[in-house]
């Protein structure tokens, strides 16, 4: 998966690149600055389905729930950055190719970590689900992740850049 990632973080360069050469480097930082801006705040939405996700796994194991402001906190946190470079990526690479749908975005990022993220969950459980049910759930809750993520990442960059 790390691989992928640095494909792709290759390719948003290029294009970043590509771009700085027709419109001017201040452009260029301008648009990095404003996604990554954009992507922490959307980040949010990652952080909580973490979150949720974390809790859904507590649930599962049938153990005794133990949010703590401090940890959820800390999950939103550390989670919320991962939107600063999915932000980028998006900006750079993926948003004139989606035509601007931050729903699609979402899906997209939900189809790639649908099975690392369902199969990290199911090495956690202390019970054997049918495995129906663990791959819709953890479809679900992986869509809760990056649906949201993706929509707010795109209203966001419409209203800083004001664009419709």
Do not use: H, K
């Amino acid at each position: 998966m790390i691989f992928l990632l640095i494909a792709v973080l290759l390719v948003t360069g290029w294009r970043f690149a590509a771009v700085a050469r027709r419109r001017g480097l201040p452009w260029v930082l301008r648009s990095v600055a404003v996604a990554a801006g954009c992507g922490l705040l959307a980040g949010v939405f990652i952080g909580v389905g973490a979150r949720v996700g974390m809790g859904a796994i507590t649930v599962a194991n049938g153990a005794p729930q133990r949010l703590t402001a401090s940890g959820t906190a800390a999950v939103v946190i550390t989670f919320s950055g991962f939107g600063v470079v999915l932000g980028i990526i998006y900006e750079g690479l993926l948003r004139r190719l989606l035509r601007r749908n931050g729903l699609a975005y979402g899906a997209l990022l939900t189809l790639c970590t649908w099975y690392p993220l369902g199969q990290a969950a199911a090495q956690e459980l202390t019970v054997s689900p049918a495995v129906i049910l663990l791959v819709v759930t953890s479809g679900l809750l992986t869509g809760l992740i990056w649906l949201p993520y993706g929509f707010a990442l795109e209203a966001l960059l419409r209203r800083w850049q004001g664009r419709d």
